[in-house]
């Protein structure tokens, strides 16, 4: 049964590459239906073949690749699928499909898996230019979203119905990192909120509870992690702009007292982790300490290649 079932999905998929509509009837019985993620055809051959030929009018390009085939002793297989719509977009699809006794299709339902979203962590000394690069690429590029944790809990802190608020200040003003269940649930909440579909999560992960929490809440199944975004640059250098910044920002901690407590954080919890990537491959190292619009060059063509990476 399991090798009769691999052969007739197999000449299934060849003869629906050939986007020949004669073909494709021929293989459903009489009385046959046809589901996907879009539109629902049958309950006869003739209907679901018709289906199956406006697609292919379409997307004259579109072909399908079998990934896997699952069978059992039941007259059903389950066919993992790569469809190649086109040469920027190819969709993971499973196919439930079903045979009669001579071998012809009588249900087949199509289910589309979502592509994950992108996340980049963005991670560098406290003034290094993350968030001045951030604002740069959601500006050229359309699909990103920007979403710096540490403006995150500076607005929860502003909320006067959070019951974290005073618990944040108090551990921002002393430059230490807020435990991730507060922080990940607002990162999460912002990237809903955002409809966009790849992510700079600036200033996160800071710490090893960041990153546990990250995978807890976030994992393999909600994100695709494609690397961190780093930016190197000198504590002398980073003082200097953090005062200059400080004149005007009226952030807490951009005081010379808070400036160098957070260095202290940034060296002992948060290099650690930026190390972990290294070990991994993951780090986009930038040198941070030219002027922004140079560094900005090499930001870009960081960003083109994530967003050339294969989606998952
Ligand atoms: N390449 C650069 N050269 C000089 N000044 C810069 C550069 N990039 C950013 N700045 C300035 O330095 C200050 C800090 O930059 P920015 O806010 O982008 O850093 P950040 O890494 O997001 O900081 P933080 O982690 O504290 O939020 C800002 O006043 C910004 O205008
Ligand atoms: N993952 C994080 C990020 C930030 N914080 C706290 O916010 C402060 C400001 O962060 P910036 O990235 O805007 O500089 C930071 O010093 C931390 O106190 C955090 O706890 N966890």
Known sequence: MAERLREL??????????????????????????KDWNAEHGPTRADVAKGIAGIWKDVPTIKIEIVDLFTSVTNTCVASIRVIVDAATTLKV?????????????RLDAYVAQPKPKVLFVLGGPGAGKGTQCAKIVEEFSDWAHISAGDCL?????DPNSKDGELIEQIIKEGKIVPVAITVKLLQKAMVASKKSCFLIDGFPRNLDNV????????ELGAQVCGVLYYEAKEDELEKR???????????????DSIRKRFK????????II???????????????PPADEVWKVTQGIVRQVEAMPPM
């Open 9 to 34: 999905t197999t000449t299934y998929f060849k003869v629906w590459n050939s986007h020949d509509q004669a073909g494709i009837e021929a293989l459903h019985s009489e009385k046959s239906t046809l």
């Open 94 to 106: 499973t196919d439930v499909i079903e045979y009669d006794d001579a071998g012809l299709v009588v």
């Open 154 to 158: 500076r607005a929860e802190r502003q």
């Open 212 to 219: 546990t929490g990250w995978k807890e809440n976030v994992g």
């Open 242 to 256: 953090l005062l200059s910044r400080g004149e005007t920002s009226g952030r807490s901690d951009d005081n010379i």
């Open 265 to 272: 954080t940034y060296i002992s919890e948060t290099m650690p």
């Open 275 to 289: 190390d972990e990537y290294k070990a991994k491959n993951l780090v986009y190292t930038v040198d941070g300490m």
